[in-house]
């Protein structure tokens, strides 16, 4: 047994379950890229790159298949090539520079000790995502992913949809069987 209190298979299974959100968050992220449009103003200047800032410790794989997905489609926002900024939770005055650049979108990992309604601040016009409906209900954040029954789905803001910039395009509305629109509070 391992110190977890799971057996060797059990452990690889967990694993292995956890690496698949990661794959399927990261491939959602490239998505919601492709339906965000920004406002010329909220954007770096056409020879610089497109920043998505990820906060928290490593896990699941979620940094390397996003890096991965988005090195092999070509995304781009508006154009710009994206350059992906991992920091971790020890790593907060860096964080808060890059913050203060204005990124594109700011990913906060579930074990992420920043706290979203301070990054509204330092950057307003980025799309904050994260883990769980609370995350938008009540940090202020626009985009979350949400867990139940082995299925994964976005719970989105309805402020994403008619700001605008970074705006949602409607058409992502019409997902019903992974998109949620809720308020914020």
């Known amino acids: 047994m391992l110190l977890t209190g799971l057996t060797p298979i059990a452990a690889k299974t967990a694993l292995e379950e956890k690496r698949r959100i990661g794959r399927v968050q990261a491939t959602y992220l490239t998505h919601l890229i492709n339906l965000t449009q920004w406002d010329k103003a909220h954007l770096p200047k056409p020879s610089q790159s497109a920043k998505v800032v990820i906060l928290g410790d490593k896990e699941n794989g979620f940094t390397e298949s996003l890096e991965f997905l988005l090195e092999e489609s070509g995304i781009t926002i508006e154009g710009n090539k994206i350059d992906i900024l991992h920091f971790a939770n020890d790593d907060k005055a860096k964080a808060i520079e890059a913050l203060s650049n204005k990124p594109q979108i700011v990913f906060f990992l579930a074990n992420s000790t920043h706290l979203p309604t301070k990054i509204r601040e330092l950057s ?3 799309l904050i995502v994260g883990i ?35 705006k949602l395009n409607s058409q992502i509305s019409r997902l019903r069987s992974v998109v949620e629109i809720v308020r914020r509070n």
């Open 124 to 126: 307003p016009h980025s």
């Open 132 to 166: 769980g409906r609370k995350f938008i209900t009540t940090s202020k954040g626009d985009i979350a992913f949400e867990y139940t029954r082995n299925r994964v789905r976005l719970v989105i803001s309805r402020q994403v949809l008619t700001r605008r910039s970074p």
